[in-house]
C-alpha cells in the first residue's frame, strides 16, 4: 500500500512535526528493485546463497530501505512539491523478506532563507533501528504552488 498524498508547505513545517508509515518487504520488491537497479547480488535473489551468510537468509537492498524515506519525504512530509538536496545513510542490521519496516521522518531544523528543512530519518524493524540519517530538501512556500498541479493520478505524473 502507498502513502496517502499530503502537502504541506515550508509555512506548515515546525520543529518536531513527525510522519511514520510501514511497509512490509515481499520477495517480489526486492526482486523489482533488482530489475530496476540492476543490483543482482544473489544476497538479494538467491534463497541457497544468502543461507550460507552470516544473515541466513536473503535480506533486502540497503537502498530499498532508503527509497522508503524518499516516499515518506515525496508523498507526506514534507509532500508533493519537495526537492531532495541531500542524504545521509547509517546502514544499522539488515532488513529481511517479510519484514515491517516502520520509517519515521522528523523535522529537525528549518532554513528559513532557503525554504530547506533538514529531517531526521529513521528506519525501524520491531525496536531495532535499522536504517538513520538526516535528509534536506527544499520545500515550496504555498504562494508559489498552484495546487492544480499537485494532482497525481496512478501511474502518470
Not at 519496516?101 to 533538514?118: G, Q, S, Y
Amino acid at each position: 500500500m502507498l502513502p496517502e498524498l499530503r502537502v504541506l508547505y515550508f509555512e506548515d513545517l515546525e520543529l518536531g512535526l513527525t510522519e511514520t508509515w510501514t511497509k512490509e518487504i515481499s520477495s517480489s520488491d526486492v526482486v523489482g528493485f533488482a530489475e530496476i537497479t540492476g543490483d543482482r547480488n544473489p544476497i538479494h535473489l538467491s534463497e541457497h546463497f544468502a543461507a550460507r551468510t552470516p544473515f541466513g537468509t536473503r535480506i533486502a537492498h540497503g537502498l530499498y530501505t532508503a527509497g522508503l524515506i524518499s516516499a515518506v519525504l515525496g508523498t507526506r512530509l514534507p509532500g508533493p512539491g519537495a526537492v531532495y538536496i541531500s542524504q545521509t545513510l547509517n546502514f544499522r542490521a539488515p532488513v529481511r523478506i517479510g519484514d515491517k519496516v516502520e520509517v519515521i521522518v522528523e523535522v529537525a531544523e528549518l532554513i528559513n532563507e532557503k525554504r530547506r528543512a533538514r529531517l531526521k530519518c529513521t528506519c525501524k524493524v520491531g525496536d531495532e533501528i535499522v536504517l538513520d540519517g538526516e535528509a534536506l530538501v527544499k520545500v515550496p512556500k504555498k504562494e508559489e504552488t498552484d495546487p492544480s498541479s499537485m494532482r497525481v493520478s496512478a501511474g502518470r505524473p
